[in-house]
């Protein structure tokens, strides 16, 4: 059938139409305000071509979609899926990015998870494998050296295999396997389990991280210079170090004092630095093994405005402490400290905050280590004492507004904060390891950075010419859909723009290009595309 039949149409404002349109055409709906444009072309055709192919999948999948409404219609005939491209206003994902938006990012990560160079975040030393022995005697240096940091008491060590890294299900039938292996203790999430005893249910929808126990050893300074507890133990730490490299993929964990991780994949002999074996996960921002750990991917943090919070012309008293102006009156224990503070710290909370010395306003507002004693009653009545440390009112709101329980806190003291580059990846997303693996000496977010117009003639002819002959039988594939898609974009007019741009700052018919950009890319066929 090479056309769609509409008959009967009485969706919203449609007067029971009937309608034929060729298919394979760019067909355009045109009429004056309110004559039912949309109500046929999204209201009826699209709602009716989604709602049918929503009905043809599994109703586990039927779940996550929902179905559409059945549109006022008699019959549709010759329809296909339906794909809509609405113009909206804008996107309010902070996550989201020209790259996500149109999956030129996800290949790039494909890109580099193949063929990127990994190198030391700190040395720039481009990293390579580490070979078992070499594991072994970075375990044994590294405890020592623990034990040695505080000789009073004999330390305990794990060696770990991490068989799981924030990863989806429940693993029923994994925990089985490592049962019938032998093993008797695992990490799941942090938490230790015992596998003959404990009955472990996980959610499948949840992320989740799996360590296996393989050993666990006391050492002690005394033994430290015993040789052959020394041999022996080089013997059982080679043992289960094959063990875990065999399980996790090359993977060993020694859990002392700190977690430190240690890879047959990738590591620098300079800094003591292992890396797990690169792949498109680790390129993610969105995901905890790319994302910067301070500004979870975001690239801007949150932080408190000292000039928003305080009111110079008012005393503390008066209310010159901006976010606590409905609270300060209220008998809570940091209001109590507040006072103790400014009365040690010879703050008069009846004088104008301006006339607070740049000293005293330093500590106001960003704390001490000075210890105070608070006297007060408890919830209960009962008079009590308690020593604590004067924060700081930045810290102290900070705080409140990322640790809010209800969200009250959240809304008031949001008003007092501001949007900053983060300072740790600034502004680009991922954490220093990942940024570290390159192609022709660019990280992912160098060529994300780069305008369209220059990264289409870069990914297209420059790169591959600068490729070896197997990183060009590997990444070939790869190149081509990125090149097909920033091609895309770059014919709907959208070449000025930056893979890394926010989807948020993008105006509605810029959305609207990159979402036909993606689609067309996608390679879809026998699809009905819906514009507005």
């Not at 005697?137 to 940091?149: E, G, Q, W």
């Not at 499948?204 to 015993?226: A, P």
């Not at 009250?408 to 693996?437: F, I, N, S, T, W």
């Not at 010419?465 to 070939?476: D, P, W």
């Amino acid at each position: 059938m090479d056309q769609i039949t509409i008959k009967g149409a009485r969706q919203h404002n449609l007067k029971n139409i009937d309608v034929t349109i060729p298919k394979n055409k760019l067909v355009i709906i045109t009429g004056v305000s309110g004559s039912g444009k949309s109500s046929l072309a999204f209201d009826t055709l699209y709602a009716e071509g989604q709602r049918r192919y929503v009905e043809s999948l599994s109703a586990y999948a039927r779940q996550f979609l929902g179905i559409m409404e059945k549109p006022d219609v008699d019959l549709i005939e010759g329809l296909s899926p339906a794909i809509s491209i609405d113009q909206k206003s804008s996107s309010h994902n902070p996550r989201s990015t020209v790259g996500t938006i149109t999956e030129v990012f996800d290949y790039l990560r494909l890109l580099f998870a193949r063929i990127g160079h990994p190198h030391c975040p700190h040395c720039h030393l481009e990293i390579t494998k580490l070979s078992l022995d070499e594991i072994v005697d970075r375990i044994i240096k590294t405890s020592t050296a623990d034990v040695l940091m505080d000789k009073s008491k004999p330390h305990a060590f794990l060696l770990l295999s991490p068989i799981v890294r924030q990863k989806k299900g429940e693993f029923k039938d994994l925990f089985d396997n490592i049962r019938t292996k032998g093993y008797s203790k695992v990490f799941v999430d942090k938490k230790e389990f015992d596998l003959q005893k404990d009955d472990i249910n996980l959610l499948k929808t949840n992320k989740h991280s799996i360590e296996v126990v393989i050993e666990s050893f006391n050492l002690t300074q005394k033994e430290i210079k015993d040789t052959i507890y020394i041999a022996n133990l080089r013997s059982r730490i080679t043992a289960s170090s094959e063990q875990s490299l065999a399980l996790s993929d090359g993977l060993v964990i020694l859990r002392g004092q700190k977690d430190t991780l240690f890879s047959e994949n990738f590591s620098c002999p300079n800094c003591n630095l292992s890396l797990p074996s690169i792949e498109p996960r680790m390129f993610s921002f969105n995901s905890p093994l790319g994302a910067c750990e301070k500004c979870k991917g975001l690239g801007t943090i949150y932080k408190i405005d000292p000039d928003q919070i305080i009111n110079k012309k008012l005393s503390i008293n008066e209310g010159g402490i901006l976010p606590f102006n409905k609270v300060y009156f209220q008998d809570t224990w940091f209001i109590r400290l507040l006072k103790q503070f400014c009365e040690e710290e010879g703050i008069d909370m009846n004088k104008p905050l301006s006339e607070v010395d740049e000293r005293a306003m330093k500590l106001l507002l960003y704390g001490c280590e000075t210890v105070y004693r608070v006297v007060g009653k408890n919830r209960f009545g009962k008079d009590t004492t308690i020593h604590e440390k004067f924060l700081g009112l930045v810290p102290e709101f900070e705080k409140r507004f990322f640790e809010s329980q209800t969200g009250a806190d959240e809304v008031e003291v949001g008003r007092y904060m501001r949007e900053e580059q983060c300072d740790k990846c600034k502004g680009r997303r991922l954490k220093p390891e990942v940024l570290a693996v390159t192609i022709d000496e660019k990280n992912i977010m160098d060529m994300c950075d780069d305008s369209i117009s220059n990264l289409r003639p870069y990914i297209m002819e420059k790169l591959p010419s600068k490729l070896n002959r197997y990183e060009k039988e590997v990444g070939s594939l790869i190149l081509k859909e990125i090149g097909t898609r920033v091609s895309f974009l770059s014919n709907v007019g959208l070449a000025y723009l930056t893979l890394s741009r926010a989807a948020k700052t993008l105006s509605g018919g810029e959305l609207q290009r990159i979402r036909l950009a993606s689609q067309i890319g996608s390679g879809l066929t026998g699809v009905l595309y819906v514009l507005d």
